[in-house]
């Protein structure tokens, strides 16, 4: 029997999808959880053979979920369940060693399939992201991605500054770089167009 805990915020989706896999008779859905910080505990405490997560989650992001496993060298393998191609998502699931990566657009049974599959040792990726891995790479720093998720919160440039340890003047410049190399006009733009490709 594949243990399973399953990590989706949207309590309908989430009460629907563990039930159709329940159904299987080779799956079993240990746990639930309705965000990141809820799935990170139930991993921990479980110890389920496979995670299913949500990329966007309250608290932690499926991403940040995953990055926590994968750090902690908890013995579970992750799949990925999303809405959007985004290509910035999909390259750091993978740099967080996630195993799998699928639409919610896909049938009950080939999310199964993916579930056999990435605890079998396999890889499960949705071909429509294979397509959308190649299309954009993340032009975007860990730094550069700190500071945008902090100017996407409304935070000032000395906000930000005192955060991060910098100087306000450093902030400032990479500011200016990233409007630059994201090719926008101001700080908002950037984190959107960021945001939207999935770079942060």
């Not at 500071?147 to 500011?175: D, P, W």
């Amino acid at each position: 029997m594949i243990r399973v805990v399953l990590a989706e915020d949207q309590r309908m989706l989430r009460g629907a999808l563990a039930a159709l896999l329940n159904m299987e008779d080779d799956l079993s859905i240990v746990g639930e959880g309705e965000d990141g910080k809820k799935a990170l505990s139930l991993v921990r405490e479980l110890r389920p053979d496979v995670c299913v997560l949500d990329v966007e989650m309250p608290l932690l992001s499926g991403l940040e979920v995953a990055e926590a496993i994968r750090d902690e060298g908890l013995p579970c393998r992750v799949l990925m369940l999303t809405t959007f191609a985004r290509p910035g998502y999909l390259q750091r699931a993978l740099a967080a060693g996630v195993a799998g990566y699928v639409l919610k657009d896909g049938s009950s049974g080939e999310l199964a399939d993916a579930i056999r599959k990435v605890h079998g040792g396999g890889r499960a990726l949705s071909p429509e992201l294979t397509f959308a891995a190649w299309e954009a790479p993340n032009p975007l720093t860990p730094r550069e991605r700190d500071i945008l998720l902090l100017a996407e919160q409304g935070l000032s440039s000395s906000a930000i500054a005192k955060r991060l340890f910098l100087s306000h003047g450093t902030v400032r410049n990479y500011m200016s770089e990233l409007i630059g190399k994201l090719g926008v006009d101001n700080r908002v733009e950037a984190a959107a167009k960021a945001r939207k490709q999935g770079w942060i």
